[in-house]
Nanobody
Framework: QVQLVESGGGLVQPGGSLRLSCEAS????????MRWYRQAPDKEREFVAAISSTGDATSYADSVKGRFTISRDNVQNTLYLQMNSLKHEDTAVYYCHYPRFDIWGQGIHVTVSS
């Protein structure tokens, strides 16, 4: 059974940092591209970042470039999103995504507020 389980969200002040994790199971994680998405209240779900199977290629939405870093541990089957210099507009539910079979995690809340 393919499963993605996010963790690491919460409440953080503007300018702060959080690290999201996504534990994958049930598929060949190390051989697959992975992505992070987010959905803010009353908005469409949007792409945040992607990483190749080996981790040597990444891409980011313009809105997070230079602040967020996507990475992976193919031994621990875990995807990460390091989020720095957080802004109010980063408040959203964050999802990891396995695009090959369109599998989504349950989502994790990130709230940026003073």
């Amino acid at each position: 059974q393919v499963q993605l389980v996010e963790s690491g969200g919460g409440l953080v002040q503007p300018g702060g940092s959080l690290r999201l994790s996504c534990e994958a199971s049930g598929f060949a994680f190390s051989r697959n591209l992975m992505r992070w998405y987010r959905q803010a209240p009353d908005k469409e779900r949007e792409f945040v970042a992607a990483i190749s199977s080996t981790g040597d290629a990444t891409s980011y939405a313009d809105s997070v470039k230079g602040r967020f870093t996507i990475s992976r541990d193919n031994v621990q089957n875990t995807l990460y999103l390091q989020m720095n210099s957080l802004k109010h507009e980063d408040t959203a539910v964050y999802y990891c995504h396995y695009p090959r079979f369109d599998i989504w995690g349950q989502g994790i809340h990130v709230t940026v507020s003073s």
